[in-house]
């Protein structure tokens, strides 16, 4: 969708648009409201500083609607169908990997009480286990805030992926 697009749809039109990709009230008020943006580039930096700092009851509150890694969403949501997009490059037919990832996944719950979010996009399944093994050694202050810069990283490509500038802009 184009900038301008954007910028003119209603407000609980403009709403509906950014909750896929960051599912916190506050943070799609903020950029809602804070329409109309003269570029992409400002939209993101505003969207950057709405995600900063995102409160603990925010985080926990927005991984509800993640899946697990190597867990594609069925549903058919513009949110699942990001996740699938974002988790293309975790290859289910690699049985030793995918095997490890949800083992990982698993001890990542039972030790953080939370599903194990990582930005996958961009990522090999390889890469994200690895990521999973190391963070796995982590205490959970230094985790909740690779999860909460997780999330605003996610928005950011989400958000990116969703409104361009278009011809006119």
């Known amino acids: 969708m184009e900038l301008a697009v ?10 509906k648009l950014l909750t896929p990709c960051l599912d916190i009230d506050r943070w799609v008020e903020t950029i809602a409201d ?3 943006f003269n570029s992409v580039d400002e939209l993101l930096e505003q969207a950057s500083k709405a995600a900063e700092p995102l409160t603990p009851a ?3 509150s927005a991984l509800a609607h993640h899946p ?4 594609r969403p069925k549903a058919q949501t513009t949110e699942a169908a990001m996740s699938r997009s974002e988790q293309s490059g975790v290859d289910p037919a690699d049985q030793t990997v995918a095997s490890a ?3 990982g996944n698993l001890a990542y719950e039972e030790k953080f009480g939370r599903v194990f ?3 996958a996009a961009g990522r090999s399944a390889r890469e994200i286990l690895d990521s999973l093994q ?7 202050a230094e985790e909740d805030k690779i999860v909460a810069e997780q999330l605003r990283e ?7 992926g969703l409104v361009s500038e278009g011809a006119n802009a």
């Not at 697990?68 to 867990?71: A, T």
Request: glycine share 2%.
């Open 34 to 36: 804070a329409r109309p």
């Open 58 to 60: 925010e985080v926990e």
């Open 101 to 103: 990832l949800a083992e």
């Open 68 to 71: 697990r890694i190597g867990e």
């Open 134 to 140: 190391e963070r796995l050694t982590h205490t959970p």
């Open 154 to 160: 996610i928005a950011l490509l989400r958000l990116s």
């Open 117 to 119: 979010l990582i930005r």
């Open 6 to 15: 954007f910028n003119s749809v209603d407000r609980d039109e403009a709403i």
